[in-house]
């Protein structure tokens, strides 16, 4: 059996044992081809050392000089010369601490710093001794800078959000919990304090970018899906919202989520989009979240974005679920109107006053479809006279006064201004009506 065979098969056999057996036979195979100059290999194996025992000082050491003499790379060279000098300050340190030389140790530690200011590890080391000295102030400066530099280190973003919170540093300790929660991203219970925290800082955009992070990672309950679509609702993030509501519909929220997508349709009404408020409200009537005002509103959205049919539709299933309804009933009346359904129009606009006395807007669409399309004058007086006495000041209106006449002019009491002078303008009390259409807006 060759050196090299022979090599090969004692780490084979030595890897079955434990970790630092095998970081030993690395060590000594190592060193035994540096000896026959078989440089790169021997680095091979100081290098796998390293994986094992990052800070190994012989590996170290062993590869500054093969990169300084053997494989000649000045970068290289400095980099394991250096990380060569902080292991041996981390090893003197080490030995003080376990002395109880406290201060020799710090300062050796100190010393590795200069040659890994970037190690979280050492920062964290020289934050306990520090706290072990009672220097408080200094290790929460090294704690910090250990975190910043290990950030999935969840158990250290977790402590200090504890000592924050104690400090009475609220925001700060959200902050250092929501790491934590990053660094531990099924722990739902986490993103929760940090979402608690930050609402209590008064930091109310973060809280809600804690409880996004809740619901992407699948932690989220029903009841805070339909808050988060409450907030998305309010920054115009209406798709986003619409999802949220998908995911916390239950039997448990449907109060809530049913408002929010109530809201959620409004917020695509205000921006032009029927279609979309339409098939917000369609979800809803869909997933149970059943009103009269849900179906009236469906109802308005499919008429709106010229959906005639389907609006139709939707107002007779309202009827036939609220039969007692009169606003569903008039704005069905309504989309019979705009299909030249008349017959069925004036049937449902009395179905509506008989359910409702004082409805004067049914009366009002009476007239306009008696007047102007179906000619039947009578019906149509006696509809607006029916009208303008819940409504005197609708008289007014241009479908009325053509057929009922201007109003009578108002009295002046004799003797001057006793009992005063009708004012020229519109009241509070009566105010100017808004010109209408020929058959009733929505």
Known sequence: MTPSVALIVALAVLAEGGEQELVAARLSAGRALLQE?????????????????????????????????????????????????????????????????LQEAAAHYQDAMAHLPASGALHERLGALYRKMGLGREALREYEAAAALQPENAGLQEELARHFYAAGDIAKAAAYAARAADARSGDASLRRIAMDLFARAGEGERAAG????????????????CALAEYRI????????????RAGWSEGTRERCAAAALALARAHEERGDAAAAAAVYGVMAEAGA??????????????RSGRLDAAAAAGERGVSLFPEDAALRNNLGTIYALRAEYERAVEEYRRAVEIRP??????????????????????AVEAFERYVALRPEGRSLPEVSRLLGPAPAARIPAGGDEGGVPPAGPTPETPTPTPRARIMRF
């Open 290 to 303: 059943v009103g009269p005002d849900i179906f009236n509103a469906l109802a308005v959205a499919l008429q």
């Open 37 to 101: 100059q078989r440089c790169e290999e021997a680095a091979r194996l100081f290098k796998e050392v390293l994986e094992l025992d990052p800070m190994n000082g012989t590996a170290l050491f062993n590869l500054g000089y093969i990169y300084g003499d053997c494989l000649p790379d000045e970068e290289l060279r400095e980099k394991y010369w250096s990380l060569y000098r902080a292991s041996a300050h981390l090893s003197l340190g080490d030995v003080a601490l376990s002395g109880g030389e």
């Open 358 to 379: 004082d409805f004067a807007e049914a009366y009002l669409d009476m007239g306009i479809v008696y007047g102007d399309y179906l000619k039947d004058r009578p019906k």
């Open 234 to 245: 309010g920054r115009g993030m209406l798709e986003e919202a619409a999802d949220a509501i």
């Open 210 to 225: 804690q409880l996004a992070a809740l619901a992407a990672s699948g932690g989220a309950t029903p009841d805070e899906h």
